[in-house]
């Protein structure tokens, strides 16, 4: 890991060299992520086509003078993030008919279940104009990589990763090779959140104007939804809230949400015994709900 940036971000290095290259280059970067069972398979899809060449990833980025196809350079990712000791030499596929060359980086994972959304997120956010995964084939595991996708795809996501169970597959996604967009740096620190990186990765992947986005049931951002009529101030929900997201004001009265600390746990409304709160799976992308947003309870909902 680079220093700086928090441990959900496995790909930092990676994602900030592709910003990098894209830069210098103008070349669409794609990340291809794969488990070690197809290790092979995609290796030999991104031979190079010239032998004894020498030139470095990079360089084959800039003059584009080594052929068509897709420049790759790869790593392997393990549970303590990039193996420093990895191949990181240059390959060459000739997977396109002609054009600028696209650099894809390879990246073999020791697990594709375990693949979480904000590391896809700040990827696509920061250089990566498009992700190839396998998918995964255990059905656990493939059941917790559909869920992280459906959250990469609402959070601004949507048609920038293709999902592949065979290299044929990827042949056909190289016949139409994403265009190069260069993204603005998300504002990442080491201090940040996981809500924070994933809040200012969809910032910069949502439309312009977008201010909120509804996310599935299982996500673990959102508000929680006071129905002020039922609530008797009893503050259970403070009390049992795990985070700190929910407080009251000192008169009783005040409730107090700050939704860049909920995790929709859903202890809060389990605890509620008048039924008067209601999880809402949502981001809003403004800076000021990172604070508390008090409302009188006796006077507005929270909403």
Request: proline content about 7%; hydrophobic content about 40%; charged content about 20%.
């Given at each position: ?37 197809m290790s092979l398979s995609v290796r030999h899809l991104f031979q190079q086509d010239r032998a004894g060449s020498t030139d470095s990833a990079e360089e084959s980025g800039k003059t584009g003078d080594t052929g068509r196809g897709l420049v790759a350079g790869r790593a392997r990712l393990t549970v303590k993030g990039i193996d420093p ?219």
């Open positions: 890991m680079g220093a700086g940036i928090p441990s959900d971000l496995p790909f930092e290095d990676l994602c900030l060299a592709a910003h990098d290259r894209q830069r210098e280059t103008g070349n669409a970067q794609i990340l291809v992520l794969f488990d070690q069972g000791d990895a191949e990181r030499q240059p390959l060459w596929g000739e997977l396109l008919d002609g054009g600028e060359p696209v650099f894809a980086t390879l990246v073999e994972v020791c697990s594709l279940g375990k693949l979480a959304h904000p590391g896809l997120l700040y990827a696509m956010a920061t250089g990566c104009d498009q992700i190839w995964i396998q998918a995964a084939q255990s059905p656990a595991d493939r059941r917790l990589q559909l869920q992280e996708l459906a959250m990469v795809e609402a959070l601004g996501g949507a048609g920038r990763f293709v999902l592949f169970s065979h290299v044929d597959e990827l042949r056909e996604a190289a016949v139409q090779p994403p265009t190069a967009s260069l993204q603005i740096l998300p504002g990442i620190t080491q201090d940040s959140s996981r809500w924070e990186i994933v809040r200012n990765c969809a910032q910069v992947l949502l439309p312009v104007g977008t201010t909120r986005v509804r996310l599935p049931d299982w996500s673990p951002y959102g508000r929680v939804t006071l129905t002020r009529e039922s609530c008797d101030c009893c503050q259970a929900c403070h009390w049992i809230c795990p985070t700190g997201a929910i407080s009251f004001a000192a008169n009783g009265r005040g409730f107090d949400f700050t939704e860049s600390k909920c995790i929709q746990c859903g202890l809060c409304v389990s605890a509620c015994p008048q039924r008067a709160l209601r999880l809402s799976p949502c981001m809003t992308l403004k800076p000021r709900i990172t604070q508390p947003q008090r409302r009188d309870i006796a006077a507005d909902p929270v909403t």
